[in-house]
């Protein structure tokens, strides 16, 4: 690194690796020759219709033609709803609105989602963690104590990575509990394979509740860079403040308002429904396999299971061109790897190769 760009980036960042994301990890792979169950998308490239006549003019910043059926999908008022680039730019929105640089912090549940963490850092904000219990429940006690501590609390249900819902009470007492100190932002990213979960409808209730929703996962478009934020109207008038000014590409707003139409919504169900049928059929196989303990729930496109051997596991699949996601430096996640749900085909190779791996373990045993 030259003298110059030392001398210059902001110390928080010095101290920073980039984000590795399941993309990351494997830069430079190709979906056509590999099978890639590490990143929790769908396994299926829906068409639409792309139409250039606008290409020229700069694109509304927040379009009606996605703000107004997504609204009515969530069922909640247009005005309580933000469209970002995917939840991650929610994520970060919410950080540089309601966190002061240098000063405040976020309390996270670990193990869960990392960009909160990493957007916290990116912006010299402060990361307080307040670990899952064992059964991957709040630890509302240690949660609650961080009151007047941190300004945004991150809760993700389902949660990724271990696919477990937070329960109704738990989430009621965090939010009253903070009701007059802390925004509770609840991350729905997975929120279709747990359709009755929901606290979108809870707006009304709690002025500090938040929720971010994404078309990433069930809607099959993390390619397109598409996620909501859910909220009363005074924290997204906040939020617009800070927002790009055209931070909705004119092919994303057209491809978003097809995916929310009657048609794009029936399609979403049928590919959830496909995919929760796959997830009972490879949970059962899993569960025959040798010392394989699955962990979680499978109330998201994915599963999670320990096993004491999960590096030779990993390196054998990689070794065949299936790749999953190593998720056991997490805490209380040691040994542990995450399956995203593909196609039928997908899962069936990635069982076959697992049992093959085993059959191989029992002969050198
Ligand atoms: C819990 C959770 N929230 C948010 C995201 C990011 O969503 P998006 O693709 O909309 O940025 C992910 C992606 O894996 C996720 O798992």
Redesign the pocket.
């Given at each position: 690194m030259s003298e110059l760009v030392n001398k210059l980036m902001c110390e928080n960042i010095k101290a920073l690796k980039p984000y590795e994301s399941a993309r990351r990890i494997f830069a430079g792979g190709d979906s056509d020759s590999e099978t890639w169950l590490n990143?929790?998308e769908s396994p299926f490239a829906n068409d639409f219709d792309i139409d250039t006549e606008h290409f020229n003019r700069y694109p509304d910043c927040q379009p009606q033609r996605v703000l107004l059926p997504y609204a009515e999908y969530a069922g909640v008022q247009a005005n309580q709803l933000l469209v970002s680039r995917?939840?991650?730019e929610g994520i970060e929105l919410l950080i540089r609105t309601f966190c002061s640089p240098g000063k405040d912090s976020i309390l996270i549940c670990p193990p869960t989602?990392g960009?909160y963490a990493i957007s916290a850092e990116t912006c010299n904000i402060g990361v307080e963690r307040a670990p899952l219990n064992a059964d991957f429940s709040l630890d509302v006690s240690a949660i609650s104590a961080y009151k007047g501590k941190v300004n945004l609390v991150f809760i993700?249900s389902p949660n990724?990575p271990t696919g477990t819902s937070i329960g109704k009470a738990q989430l009621k007492q965090v939010l009253e509990h903070f009701a007059d100190s802390a925004l509770v932002v609840v991350?729905e990213?997975?929120f279709e394979f747990d359709a009755n979960n929901t606290w979108a409808t809870e707006l009304a209730t709690y002025p500090n509740l938040v929720v971010?929703r994404?078309l990433?996962k069930a809607f099959a478009l993390?390619g397109l860079?598409c996620?909501f934020t859910l909220a009363n109207n005074d924290i997204i008038y906040s939020i617009m403040k800070v927002i790009a000014p055209y931070p909705m590409p004119e092919p994303v707003a057209q491809i978003a308002a097809q995916a929310l139409s009657p048609k794009g919504l029936k399609q979403m169900t049928e590919q959830v429904e496909y995919l929760q049928q796959q997830s009972q059929l490879v949970k059962q196989r899993l569960s025959q396999f040798p010392e394989l303990e699955l962990v979680g729930d499978d109330k998201a496109n994915f599963i999670l299971f320990r096993h004491p051997q999960k590096q030779g596991l990993m390196d054998y699949l990689v070794a065949n061109s299936v790749l999953i996601r190593d998720q056991s430096k997490q805490v209380n996640l040691v040994n542990c790897l995450r399956i995203t749900l593909g196609t039928q085909q997908q899962n069936e190779k990635l069982l076959a190769l697992m049992a093959s791996f085993f059959t191989q373990q029992e002969k050198s045993a």
């Amino acid at each position: 690194m030259s003298e110059l760009v030392n001398k210059l980036m902001c110390e928080n960042i010095k101290a920073l690796k980039p984000y590795e994301s399941a993309r990351r990890i494997f830069a430079g792979g190709d979906s056509d020759s590999e099978t890639w169950l590490n990143a929790n998308e769908s396994p299926f490239a829906n068409d639409f219709d792309i139409d250039t006549e606008h290409f020229n003019r700069y694109p509304d910043c927040q379009p009606q033609r996605v703000l107004l059926p997504y609204a009515e999908y969530a069922g909640v008022q247009a005005n309580q709803l933000l469209v970002s680039r995917g939840a991650d730019e929610g994520i970060e929105l919410l950080i540089r609105t309601f966190c002061s640089p240098g000063k405040d912090s976020i309390l996270i549940c670990p193990p869960t989602y990392g960009m909160y963490a990493i957007s916290a850092e990116t912006c010299n904000i402060g990361v307080e963690r307040a670990p899952l219990n064992a059964d991957f429940s709040l630890d509302v006690s240690a949660i609650s104590a961080y009151k007047g501590k941190v300004n945004l609390v991150f809760i993700c249900s389902p949660n990724n990575p271990t696919g477990t819902s937070i329960g109704k009470a738990q989430l009621k007492q965090v939010l009253e509990h903070f009701a007059d100190s802390a925004l509770v932002v609840v991350d729905e990213a997975y929120f279709e394979f747990d359709a009755n979960n929901t606290w979108a409808t809870e707006l009304a209730t709690y002025p500090n509740l938040v929720v971010l929703r994404t078309l990433s996962k069930a809607f099959a478009l993390a390619g397109l860079r598409c996620g909501f934020t859910l909220a009363n109207n005074d924290i997204i008038y906040s939020i617009m403040k800070v927002i790009a000014p055209y931070p909705m590409p004119e092919p994303v707003a057209q491809i978003a308002a097809q995916a929310l139409s009657p048609k794009g919504l029936k399609q979403m169900t049928e590919q959830v429904e496909y995919l929760q049928q796959q997830s009972q059929l490879v949970k059962q196989r899993l569960s025959q396999f040798p010392e394989l303990e699955l962990v979680g729930d499978d109330k998201a496109n994915f599963i999670l299971f320990r096993h004491p051997q999960k590096q030779g596991l990993m390196d054998y699949l990689v070794a065949n061109s299936v790749l999953i996601r190593d998720q056991s430096k997490q805490v209380n996640l040691v040994n542990c790897l995450r399956i995203t749900l593909g196609t039928q085909q997908q899962n069936e190779k990635l069982l076959a190769l697992m049992a093959s791996f085993f059959t191989q373990q029992e002969k050198s045993a």
